[in-house]
């Protein structure tokens, strides 16, 4: 299973999906219509729409790693922004912005997920089980 970072042909059948769109609405990056997880962030062992195999999928650190930085610089940003306007007192600043960074995370980490395996999709050779030809 080789790397090339030439785009894909869509599979027989199958319209060439956007690795954005299918990735942050957890759709499978082959057909679209499948679901891409099996929990909050479990991949799914298959499409249950074209039988994609999912289970070798592997996003590895680099959604987290986005989120983390992106994630960082907004809250750090607004942090100071507001210290600089409104001086609160410390405790303040920790009640609002440790829980904002928190619920972002989450909400983002499922998406950011997607689109790294909706991408890894578009940009691989080939799937284990899709034997499609380039």
Same mark, same amino acid.
């Given at each position: 299973?080789?790397?090339?970072?030439?785009?894909?042909?869509?599979?027989?059948?199958?319209?060439?999906?956007?690795?954005?769109?299918?990735?942050?609405?957890?759709?499978?990056?082959?057909?679209?219509?499948?679901?891409?997880?099996?929990?909050? &962030?479990?991949?799914?062992?298959?499409?249950?729409?074209?039988?994609?195999? &999912?289970?070798?999928?592997?996003?590895?650190?680099?959604? @987290?790693?986005?989120?983390?930085?992106?994630?960082?610089?907004?809250?750090?940003?607004?942090?100071?922004?507001?210290?600089?306007?409104?001086? @609160?007192?410390?405790?303040?600043?920790?009640?609002?912005?440790? @829980?904002?960074? &928190?619920?972002?995370?989450?909400?983002?980490?499922?998406?950011?997920?997607?689109?790294?395996?909706? &991408?890894?999709?578009?940009?691989?050779?080939?799937?284990?089980?899709?034997?499609?030809?380039?």
């Amino acid at each position: 299973m080789g790397w090339k970072l030439s785009g894909r042909l869509p599979a027989a059948g199958y319209e060439r999906e956007s690795p954005i769109r299918t990735g942050l609405a957890g759709k499978c990056p082959r057909c679209g219509r499948g679901s891409l997880f099996a929990g909050f &962030l479990d991949i799914a062992e298959d499409c249950n729409v074209c039988r994609l195999d &999912l289970s070798q999928q592997n996003s590895g650190d680099a959604g @987290p790693f986005f989120l983390v930085m992106i994630i960082g610089v907004v809250i750090v940003g607004l942090a100071l922004v507001v210290e600089m306007n409104f001086s @609160p007192p410390v405790w303040l600043h920790m009640v609002v912005w440790m @829980p904002s960074s &928190l619920i972002l995370s989450l909400a983002l980490l499922r998406p950011a997920k997607g689109i790294m395996i909706a &991408l890894q999709y578009r940009h691989r050779v080939q799937f284990e089980s899709d034997n499609d030809q380039l």
